[in-house]
């Protein structure tokens, strides 16, 4: 049900809370970016860590990338509450480093809990770093655009909307990728 789904991730995110995940991280944050969206989503988006807005404001895709994602979601006929969005980091590094590979590993347990909470039908990876600990040892510029199923669960590597943004060619190809999500949800 919805409502045991929302209150399983708030306890989730409790816990996240409460387990002193990458406490330096965390002392320069605002605060923990959870995420956002339905529970029970088919879709699940996943990125690579909150930036300046998000981390304001405590919500995922905020920012200048979060309004190209909406735009593109726009194009395919959903709007954020349909899915689900989130991070594999959830705290801002610092001037927007990138996630260390031991950030990542130490918030990939969660994302998984997440992950199976939501169960949903498809989850996109937004960017090598949410890629990279979720479908180990594959290039982007290789397998961006092409649903990939992995433990059972199909899963579809897009580039990061930040890396697009304003680089025409990569915008384009991830526009013609994104456009290609309801006939994989169909197939599923
Ligand atoms: N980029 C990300 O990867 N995640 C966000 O939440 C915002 C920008």
Redesign the pocket.
Known sequence: MASDKQTNLEELHQKILQSNICPELAATATQL?FGEGNPNADIVFI?????K??DLQGK????A??KFLNEMLEMIGLQRQDIY?T?IVKYRPPNNRDPLPEEKRAFLPFLQEQLNIIKPKLIVT??R??MDVLLPGLKISQVHGQAKRYHDQVFLPLF???AALYNGGLRQTLIDDFASIPAILKKI
């Open positions: 970016v990125g690579e860590a909150p930036g807005q998000e995922p895709f905020v920012g990338s979060g969005i991070n937004l960017g770093h949410s990061h909307p930040a």
